[in-house]
C-alpha cells in the first residue's frame, strides 16, 4: 500500500508567520490528496481537495500545492484559530491512507 | 446540504460485532459515484480509513486491508443509510468511528465512541 507521510509531527509558531505543512506519498497518486483540518474534540473539516483545491468558506490564507508526490499545505499567516491537527489523505485509489497528522500551536 | 446522523452503541463486548449505521439527509446514498464512507480514529492508530460503498450502475464496496476479513460495509436505499458492520472485534477497535461522503471527504458524521470492554 502507498504511505502518505507527514511532517513535522507537531509545530509552534507565533501568530502572523507563514505555515508549511508537508505530506509525501511513497508513490504516485496524481493530484487525489486532500487536506483536512481537525480541532481538539471536534470533527476533521475537509479544507484542500485535488491538491490545490479550497473548500467554499475556507480562508484565503490556506493553500495546497503539488510537486510530484510531495504536497504542501500552507497557512499563509497563522492565526489564533488555526490551533489544530492537519491530516492529508488521498484518494486514487484504495485505501485512502490518511497521514500521521501535524499538531499545530500557537508559540 | 448534506447531513450524517450516525447511530449505534456505544459498548460492544470483546468477540461481538460492532454495528453503526449513517441516515443521509440532503443527499441520496445510490447517488451514481458518490462514496460513503467509514473512518475510525483512536491515539494508537490516528485516522484509518476503513472502507466505502458507492453505486456505479452496480454496488462496490471496497475495504482497508486492516478489517478486511471482519468488515462490511453496506447501503439501505429504502431508508437511506449505510452500515458497518465489524465482526470478532477487540479492545484494539477501540475508537471513534466516523460516516463520511466523497473521495475526498466534505461530509462528516458526528462520531460515535465505541468501546470494546466486557
Known amino acids: 500500500d502507498i504511505q502518505m507521510t507527514q511532517s513535522p509531527s507537531s509545530l509552534s509558531a507565533s501568530v502572523g508567520d507563514r505555515v508549511t505543512i508537508t505530506c509525501r506519498a511513497s508513490?504516485?497518486?496524481?493530484?487525489?490528496l486532500a487536506w483536512y483540518q481537525q480541532k481538539p474534540g471536534k470533527v476533521p473539516n475537509l479544507l484542500i481537495q485535488a491538491a490545490s483545491t479550497l473548500q467554499s468558506g475556507v480562508p484565503s490564507r490556506f493553500s495546497g500545492s503539488a510537486s510530484a508526490t510531495d504536497f504542501t499545505l500552507t497557512i499563509s499567516s497563522l492565526q489564533p484559530e488555526d490551533v489544530a491537527t492537519y491530516y492529508c489523505q488521498r484518494y486514487d485509489d484504495v485505501p485512502h491512507t490518511f497521514g500521521g497528522g501535524t499538531k499545530v500551536e500557537i508559540k | 446540504q448534506v447531513q450524517l446522523q450516525q447511530s449505534g452503541p456505544g459498548l460492544v463486548n470483546p468477540s461481538q460485532t460492532l454495528s453503526l449505521t449513517c441516515a443521509i439527509s440532503?443527499?441520496?446514498?445510490?447517488?451514481?459515484?458518490?462514496?460513503w464512507n467509514w473512518i475510525r480514529q483512536s491515539p494508537s492508530r490516528g485516522l484509518e480509513w476503513l472502507g466505502r460503498?458507492?453505486?456505479?450502475?452496480?454496488?462496490?464496496?471496497d475495504y482497508a486491508a486492516s478489517v478486511k476479513s471482519r468488515i462490511t460495509i453496506s447501503a439501505d436505499t429504502s431508508k437511506n443509510q449505510f452500515s458497518l458492520q465489524l465482526n470478532s472485534v477487540t479492545p484494539d477497535d477501540t475508537a471513534v468511528y466516523y460516516c463520511?461522503?466523497?473521495?475526498?471527504?466534505?461530509?462528516w458524521g458526528q462520531g460515535t465512541l465505541v468501546t470494546v470492554s466486557s
Open positions: 440532503g443527499g441520496s446514498v445510490s447517488s451514481n459515484n458518490d462514496a
Open positions: 460503498t458507492y453505486y456505479n450502475s452496480k454496488w462496490y464496496s
Open positions: 463520511g461522503r466523497g473521495w475526498a471527504i466534505d461530509y
Open positions: 508513490q504516485g497518486i496524481g493530484k487525489s
